[in-house]
């Protein structure tokens, strides 16, 4: 079961600079959207308002039809997981970073678990027993995405996921995005790569001077 | 009790350890003469001064006296203790959190012993109270300052961690924890290690001005036993109580991660 996620009118002033100026999208369940705009344009700002991560000024974020205010901090981000650019791994192996999710929340993972998990984002095994912080960015990149599936969440908020690999496994992991949508998942990408918004499929969004607008 | 008295001119002799320092800084081109000069006469003007306002307070002991200078003490550790973090939010908002922070655990440590341990007559007898209590605060203060110090510079430093816990749907208590226990470690190391040490490197500041003073060894044991745990529950408690109130600086009711600006 997933649930539409919303923003409307986001607003984001920091330093009388207007970072967002009314940006509002929606995702219907089980939809792709990407959002492209060049650097600066404010959309990675516009993926942590979404995500909660960060306070708007004005406008709101819904989940369900709900207004994220009224849903606690804890249950929203469990239910939209959100991605950093460079995901940052916790100290330990690769299982101890999948099991940070289900932990926070006083649940284990279990074994079986991990394995599906590693696999499904396109990684073998033995990797779970590697130390996190000396993998590849691609591998990182894989590794953050499986912890957030750990926690079972309906929607994925990525921020320019592809920023910081080479074009192969930037590929491979908007191939990754569009599999784990046919699963059922909702998808959110944030990039600046026109080829990557467009190689995810569904809605694309320009992200400009802190607007979202549909790309016809 | 009898005692080696030290009259002016002695006194005015020890200045050349100062001078001492002050030789070899030099030698050194240390530029640390200015800083020695004025710490030296600073620490001697404030400890004269504050010889003066115990005798006035043993002259007229009132439990207001008492109180008004404790708070005196206690503000100037608050204020110790609140400048200059770097990574923190200004001195306005840490001050007060300080006060309450450097406050409990002041009197959580000082307000059993002298109920129980060491019963005063008078409760507000200056003579113990004072100087027991300034012991406790300093060591609240170092706590705390070391605490505000840490805290925020490790939540900027692995402001990436913390968030990637809260969008893992961490509470912001769960998030900042591992900071926070490498904060608190770091905080109340300097005072078990002064547990472990004691006697085999330094004999303590007042167990030493006791056995001086002609206190018997085995007495003046057993108050710096007495002094050596409260040590260990002020910082304890003020450790937890600044940490509780930088994790309420750091985040937002939302749960989100907010850096100070300074």
């Known amino acids: 079961m997933t649930s539409t996620l919303e923003a409307r009118e986001l607003v984001v002033v920091r330093e009388d600079r207007r970072i967002l100026d009314g ?14 705009g060049p650097s600066g344009s404010g959309k990675s700002t516009f993926a942590r308002a979404l995500a909660t991560l960060l306070e708007p000024d004005a406008g709101a974020v819904l989940l369900g039809g709900l207004d994220a205010q009224r849903i606690a901090p804890t249950q929203f981000r469990t239910r939209v997981a959100f991605l950093a650019q460079q995901p940052a791994m916790f100290e330990g192996s690769v299982l101890r970073n999948l099991e940070a999710g289900p932990q926070v929340h006083g649940k284990s993972l279990g074994d079986v678990r991990a394995s599906e998990l590693i696999r499904a984002v396109g990684l073998d095994e033995p990797i779970l027993q590697r130390e996190a912080r000396t993998l590849s960015g691609g591998e990182k990149q894989r590794v ?73 | 009790m009898s005692y080696a008295h030290i009259t002016l001119p002695r006194l005015l002799l020890s200045l050349a350890l100062i001078a001492v320092a002050i030789a070899l800084s030099r030698r050194s081109r240390l530029g640390l003469e200015r800083d020695l000069v004025w710490g030296a006469l600073r620490g001697a003007a404030q400890l004269i001064a504050v010889g003066y306002v115990l005798l006035l307070l043993f002259n007229h002991e009132h439990p207001a006296w008492v109180i008004l200078l404790l708070a005196v003490m206690l503000a100037v550790a608050a204020a110790t203790a609140a400048r200059r973090v770097e990574h923190g939010p200004p001195r306005t908002v840490l001050f007060p959190r300080a006060i309450v922070a450097i406050g409990a655990g002041t009197l959580v440590a000082v307000v059993p012993v002298f109920a129980a341990v060491v019963p005063l007559h008078p409760w507000y007898e200056a003579r113990y109270l004072v100087p027991i209590s ?22 900027r430093s692995e402001a990436d961690q913390v968030e990637a816990l809260l969008a893992l749907g961490a509470t912001p208590r769960q998030a900042l924890e591992r900071q926070v226990r490498a904060t608190l470690r770091a905080a109340l190391l300097p005072t078990i290690n002064g547990l472990l040490t004691v006697g085999l490197v330094a004999l303590p500041g007042m167990m030493t001005g006791q056995i001086v003073s002609g206190t018997p060894p085995e007495q003046a044991v057993r108050y710096q036993i007495v002094i050596l745990y409260q040590l260990v529950a002020v910082a304890a408690v003020a450790g937890m109580v600044a940490v509780g109130f930088a994790r309420r600086l750091l985040f937002t009711a939302r749960a989100q991660l907010v850096l100070p600006r300074n």
């Open chain 1, 144 to 216: 953050a995405l499986a912890r957030a599936l750990a926690n079972e969440p309906e929607v994925l908020l990525l921020d320019e996921p592809t920023a910081a690999l080479d074009p192969d496994a930037g590929e491979r992991i908007v191939a990754l995005l569009r599999e784990l949508r046919a699963r059922g998942l909702s998808v959110v990408m944030v990039t600046h790569e026109e080829a990557h918004a467009r190689a995810l499929g569904g809605t694309l969004y320009r992200c400009e001077r802190g607007r979202l607008a549909i790309d016809s």
């Open chain 1, 23 to 36: 940006a509002s999208i929606l995702v219907p369940p089980g939809e792709a959207v990407a959002i492209q």
């Open chain 2, 134 to 155: 300034g012991m406790m605060l300093s060591n609240a203060m170092n706590v705390v300052a070391l605490v505000f110090e840490r805290i925020f510079a490790s939540a």
